[in-house]
């Protein structure tokens, strides 16, 4: 819980998850940022914040790993703020070199098309999403599956 002004005011929130690679060998780093404006509720209940995330639903292995070169889609769903009619934009980007470089691929229909990563590497994704009165998104997932 946070206190805040009771005037309207903008806000960022970052973070960054890590987990061990013995843990769990894919997504082993996603970071987020949201900014977005708020203000205090009239009453003492918790509010839910303008914020947005995305899923990624890439068909991988339990290992999380997919045919290498293969060139796949997949559903990406935005949940939160600018779930449904509220999204203004979503722009999502990969990554096969741990978010070193970035290459915009084209969302339609709800669904990204990007090539799988060769053997032994890993995508990364990464979702720039607006909702409607204007709040941001952005999440990074790293190697968020690998090529075998």
């Known amino acids: 819980m946070f206190k805040v002004p009771a005037g309207e005011a903008a806000y960022t929130l970052t973070t960054s998850a890590t987990r061990s690679a013995q843990v769990q060998a894919a997504s082993t780093r996603v970071d987020a940022r949201w900014t977005f404006r708020s203000k205090r509720p009239s009453s003492e209940l918790p509010t839910e914040l303008p914020v947005s995330t995305i899923r990624f639903a890439a068909k991988t292995g339990l290992d999380s790993r997919v045919e290498a070169g293969r ?61 409607r009165k204007g709040n941001t998104s952005a999440i990074w997932v790293h190697n968020a599956y690998y090529g075998k």
Do not use: F, H, M, Q
């Open 71 to 131: 060139t796949v889609t997949y559903p990406v769903t935005v949940e939160g703020a600018a779930k449904g009619r509220d999204l203004r934009s979503l722009a999502v980007s990969v990554s096969y070199d741990d978010g070193r470089t970035w290459t915009r691929t084209t969302v339609r229909d709800g669904k990204i098309t990007v090539k799988n990563p060769a053997k032994g590497k890993g995508i990364s994704l990464y979702a720039k999403i607006i909702d």
